[in-house]
């Protein structure tokens, strides 16, 4: 017998409605380039996202049709988020970080129909339009108010749309919003979420162990809303009511920190180099800083070092890590402490908290080795094979690359990790970034979170390099704090304290900083042709 309920579409217009009627006073914070805020609140935002989605139907979009944004965070990014997909459109995030050809590459692969541009960065658009065909280029005036020749002004596209625009039909499985991922590994691949994946997706994101997101919070996503899906967190914020504050393009330490402050920020969100940085910054001058409330620093797209968990709970900035992927929408796991965990000794909850955490409800992980599936004991490895409502079941348009899910249905991530009998996931590296040292496996993740335990090492970043005896060993490049010395010995010896000698890295670099990728990640196919020739003692 079938349940008795109604059959009722997980679509994106039924969050921007409940915005409008239940949240329409909750403020969305948004700082310009020149470093002024605007204020407007989710009233407001709910008109707007409605004008865009009736301006694009005006200009011809039909179900399904890409349309590109090239922005920072702030406002009207978020109006995109809503708008286009409200609109039957599928929002595709272009990351304006990369090389301007490959941003042409990926948008034409996407067939990216419009594109909507913030004023700023009219001119990245300007070094690849060549290349690319929109339609439509609609430009919104954010920071310079310059609105070229030929292209439409985003404001007026507003101001002159219809009032009784009414949603087309809406598919739950329909395409919403697009990614590429980063493409650390060859050609970057794209990944269409659905409306239904990205409504789940926004309840996982209220969980406590997630994000916790609630009315009562004020949310700064640090992390640029081109990656990841914006890490969910526009659509579940519009969903449950978060005040937003968007950081525009300045996401430098001081500038974090003036709105934490300022803004009463409880929950803040990005990769650990961001937290890094912030570190260092709260630590050079401990009493500029006052945050009246302890903050949740939500930290993922590399692994947290545990130092680093420590010293920032020392200043009420507390890291709720969490893992994922492009392909995963991003959520797939997140962590924290369970309940009998809480009298445990210090060092062991952070060992705990360093963890990537356990899968999130829906989504179901397994560890696989060539011999089968690994047991959850907290030792053997595995590559993380991963399933759910929210994880992709193919690339757009790739073919080619139906190799990454197994027959069965699981993708297969690229992630080498344990898991233990709670369900922790410790992710040990991604499969290629381990270090083949004479058939043997060396963990740099490890290597590069216990470096950057030591009190002169700001950062750490370690890669396996060509030998010709060993095949690869480890070489740690350095980022020593402002006025710190260290020398290889020391590093190496304090290394010692904790892992084999064989695993030990035997090259120390040290360098003003370590290359980051586009998302701020640190760069290590960067490192491993910097020092491909490096010349080892033999
Ligand atoms: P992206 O699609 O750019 O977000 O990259 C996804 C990859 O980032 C994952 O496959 C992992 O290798 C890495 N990653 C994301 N979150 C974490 C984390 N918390 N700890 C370690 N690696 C992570």
Redesign the pocket.
Known sequence: MRGTMMNFPLTLPTILERSGKIFPRVEIVSRKPDKSVVRTCYGEFYNRARCLSSALLRLGLKPGDRVASMMWNHSSHLEAFFGVPCAGGILHTLNLRLHPQEIATIAKHAGDRFLLVDDVLYPVYEKFRQDVSFERVIVAPYGCNTIPEGSLNYEDLLANSDADFRYPAIDENDGAAMCF??GTTGFSKGVIYSHRAIVLHSFCCGLVEVFGMNEADTILPVAPMF??NAWGIPFAATMLGARLVLPGPHVDPESILELMVRERVTVACGVPTVWIAVLDALEKNPTKWKFGNPIRVVC????PPLELMRRLDRFGLHIK??????ETT?IGTSGGLRAHMRDWPEDKKYDTRAK?GWPAPFVEIRLMRPEGEAPWDGVTSGEIEIRGPWIAASYYESPDQAHRWTEDGWFR???VATMDEDGYVK?VD?AKDLVKSGGEWISSVDLENTLMGHPAVKEACVVGIPHPKWQERPLAAVVLKDGAQATPDELRAFLAKSFAKWQLPDAFVFLDAIPRTS?GKFKKTALREQFANWKWEL
Request: charged share 10%; aromatic share 4%; proline share 5%.
């Open positions: 991922t980063s990656h990841a993922g797209g590399t692994a890590h969490l893992w994922g992927m492009t991003p990537q991530t690229g992630d992710i991604r998302v």
